[in-house]
């Protein structure tokens, strides 16, 4: 019988496998995806020969975050500050655009060299292949006395597994567990409705990305940076690579979730607000990129289309923090106490996590 099960391959529940694997433990990680990362995804364009990858998802951490600081060097990985020098642009409400108003909002923040997905291939690389499945779902979750059992399904054969292991860590936001795996053995009603109520992080965001062969921007003395009272995007940041080419901008769509159903109207519109706010150089990009984490159903549940307002206060509930008398973890990053919403906030879950199961 395994020693634990892992439900969700991204940053949180990857690092769960790898320390597991450096202890010794048996375990096997299963993954609704085709691919490892979760939320973490990173995209490559080749312009003129140099290539360069884009982060769809999240692509900040900060000083100061000494668990991630310390992970990409262990995996000797880089870093680098995000690009801040020059003029910020805003934007109001009758699309009026003004340079030198307001601060460049994500100066001193970091980026990984190669994008974030680096990361994740780095700690794939750690974990053995055999203990991985891809494109696996969890579907019930069910305690007994001497095992906990979990039921997964093929996503491309429908072929149904149980799998037995002495605890199971969800590695997946609450209310995604909620809403796609059945947790009545496992939990009450109470404490399903409670892990539903808990906001998927960036799980109703959309990130638009434009290509360019050279960084225009910058060469007028503009950092990037760009803030919106108009939209469709709220705010523009530079998105270029550490050195060399190509070079982007990125935003984040303002549009709400339930109308963002016309994909190529939307990048068109956001192509002309870059227009707007940069000039004619943002006229012709390379390529258009947009990740709408909405209509992921693997990242956001229905109630995720809701925009959120501010940071939710992250953390494990006190009525989550023992179920099934310990053998069932919750270890996404909405459940940190600290850093919740953040990279950071994924490896402190699976910090925790790590710890409840050694001891």
């Known amino acids: 019988m395994l020693d634990t099960l892992i439900v969700g391959g991204g940053l949180s529940g990857m690092t769960v496998a790898r320390s ?21 995804l990173t995209q490559s364009a080749s312009v003129g020969g140099k290539k360069a990858n884009f982060d769809l998802g999240p692509a900040w951490f900060w ?45 001193g923040s970091l980026r990984l060299r190669g994008g974030l997905s680096a990361l994740i291939e780095v700690l794939a690389s750690d974990i053995p292949a055999v203990s991985v499945r891809l494109a696996h779902r969890a579907l019930a979750i069910v305690p007994f006395p001497d095992a906990m059992l979990t039921r997964t399904e093929a996503s491309a054969s429908g072929q149904m597994m149980e799998i037995r292991s002495r605890r199971v860590v969800l590695a997946v936001p609450p209310r995604l567990a909620a809403a796609n795996i059945d947790l009545g053995a496992a939990m009450s009603a109470l404490q399903i409705e409670l892990m539903a109520s808990i906001p998927t992080w960036m799980a109703g965001h959309a990130k638009f990305v434009a290509i360019y062969e050279r960084p225009f921007w910058r060469e007028a003395g503009l950092s990037g940076d760009a803030m919106s009272r108009r939209g469709p995007l709220t705010e523009v940041h530079d998105a270029s690579p550490h050195e060399g080419g190509p070079y982007a901008l990125f935003g984040f769509v303002d549009v709400p979730a339930n109308s963002r159903t016309d994909a190529a109207a939307l990048l068109q519109a956001c192509q002309l607000q870059l227009v707007r706010l940069f000039g004619a150089h943002a006229v012709q990009p390379v390529e258009l990129m947009l990740k ?6 693997l990242t956001a549940a229905p109630s995720d289309r809701a925009p959120l307002y501010h940071h939710p206060e992250y ?21 940190a106490s600290q850093f919740g919403g953040y990279l950071e906030g994924a490896l402190e879950a699976a910090e925790r996590c790590v710890s409840a199961i050694l001891k």
């Open 292 to 297: 709408d984490w909405a209509q992921d159903t």
């Open 315 to 335: 953390g494990l509930p006190k009525y989550l923090s023992s179920l099934c008398d310990g053998r069932l973890l919750l270890g996404s990053t909405e459940t």
């Open 20 to 40: 597991l694997h450096q202890q010794g433990r048996s375990f096997q990680l299963v993954e609704a995806r085709e691919r490892l990362g979760g939320r973490i």
């Open 63 to 107: 000083p100061g975050q000494d668990r991630i600081e310390r992970l990409i060097s262990e995996l000797g990985l880089g870093a680098f500050e995000q690009y801040a020098s020059g003029t910020l642009v805003y934007e109001d409400e009758r699309g009026r655009v003004q340079q030198g108003q307001g601060y460049a909002s994500m100066q």
